[in-house]
């Protein structure tokens, strides 16, 4: 069934309200969050409000941060993010590093003390506007086992980069570090259908297909599912992104980094504060004129959706052409929800007394 985006819009903001996020805190939560499910990426949008509602039940959530900067140079920033949603944190990040990249060409800014924050892609691209590169990483709950071990030391620990054209589309590259983001695995479980070969491994070790892999002590596994596949590049790549987020701003990394689900405890014995996130901003000016390198970016767009194809393809994608397709339709017909989806949001209505008549 499709819910009305507006509809969805203002039930989301007033669960937000309802926990106790200031007015403008609570919008800018819901844009990111339903970027998510505009850009079809459903695992990460109203799929995860009661996760964020029973994070703050447990007192795990901050909804009212004192956001700021506590270290800084010309060009590079930490942020605190004091235990808030990640869904403000970060774009308050992100404008950090915008403003940064005004005035130095680039700015980097690495965040600790952070929640769980959407989609990357979203914040990536809010660079778009300024003539700007964006890009966005963040670290997250240790569900993912290292190329060779059936130990889960990190994340599905996304990166997303979007770069600016001038008449063609922006290119948004948004991904996970793993086969399949965690999300993936509940809407399978919802769906009650069975998980890729590749995409997890049981406790001990071995491949499996079971959707519920996971929560029975097995593991994700990295981008390429096997050492045969690259795996160890997933792995590296998932590296990478705790280290710029958590390693360098003093947020937790590695096993330590606290679970997004309410009934799993925090390590008592914590290496850092918080979830981390890293933003970037390249201003394009600051390499060559911005007009002439968007339309060298317009060209590069074109001639790869001109590539031929393999057999029964029919066309070459450029990253962020599937969502931006989604969002066109979605906003014109509507979000579809899963039905457990659609359940679990009228159950939280009922106990936030928040009205989800759509």
């Not at 004192?66 to 993010?81: F, K, L, Q």
């Not at 001038?166 to 069975?194: S, Y």
């Not at 795996?231 to 330590?256: E, R």
């Not at 450029?318 to 969002?327: A, S, W, Y």
Request: glycine letters at 10%; proline letters at 7%; one cysteine or more.
């Amino acid at each position: 069934m499709n819910f009305n985006f507006e509809g969805l819009f203002a039930f989301t903001k007033s669960i937000f309200i309802k926990m106790g996020c200031p007015e403008e805190d609570a919008q800018t939560a819901t844009e990111v969050l339903l970027s998510a499910d505009l850009r079809g990426v459903d695992s990460h949008g109203v799929a995860r409000l009661s996760g964020y509602v029973r994070l703050w039940e447990a007192g795990r959530i901050n909804p009212q941060p004192n956001i700021r900067i506590v270290h800084e140079s010309p060009s590079t920033a930490v942020v605190d993010g004091d235990g808030g949603l990640g869904l403000v944190v970060a774009p308050y990040a992100m404008k950090v590093a915008i403003e940064k990249a005004k005035n130095a060409g680039t700015g980097w800014v690495s965040v600790k003390n952070s929640n769980h924050y959407g989609i990357a892609g979203h914040h990536a691209m809010q660079a778009l506007k300024h003539d700007m590169i964006g890009m966005s990483m963040t670290n997250a709950s240790p569900l993912v086992s290292p190329t060779f071990s059936k130990e889960r030391l990190l994340g599905t620990n996304p990166i997303a980069v979007a770069i600016p054209a001038n008449e063609q589309p922006a290119f948004v590259a948004d991904m996970a570090t793993t086969t399949a983001a965690n999300g993936k695995l509940e809407i399978l479980q919802r769906k009650e259908e069975q998980a890729p070969s590749g995409w997890i491994q049981d406790k001990e070790g071995n491949p499996t297909t079971n959707p519920y892999g996971v929560k029975e002590g097995g593991a994700l596994l990295p981008l390429g599912g096997d050492r045969e596949h690259g795996s160890h590049k997933g792995y590296a790549l998932g590296s990478i992104v705790d280290i710029f987020s958590a390693v360098l701003s003093g947020a937790n990394y590695g096993p330590w980094v606290p679970p997004f689900v309410a009934f799993l405890q925090p390590d008592p014995n914590p290496v850092g504060e918080g979830i981390g996130h890293f933003f970037g901003a390249m201003r394009v000016d600051a390499f060559r004129p911005a007009d002439e390198f968007k339309a060298h970016m317009d060209n590069w767009i074109c001639r790869f959706r001109k590539a031929k194809t393999t057999p029964g393809n029919e066309k070459v994608l450029v990253p962020g052409d599937p969502e931006r397709e989604l969002e066109k339709e979605r906003i014109k017909n509507g979000i579809p929800l899963l039905k457990p989806v659609e359940n679990d949001l009228r159950e939280l209505g009922k106990k936030l007394e928040v009205e989800f008549s759509l």
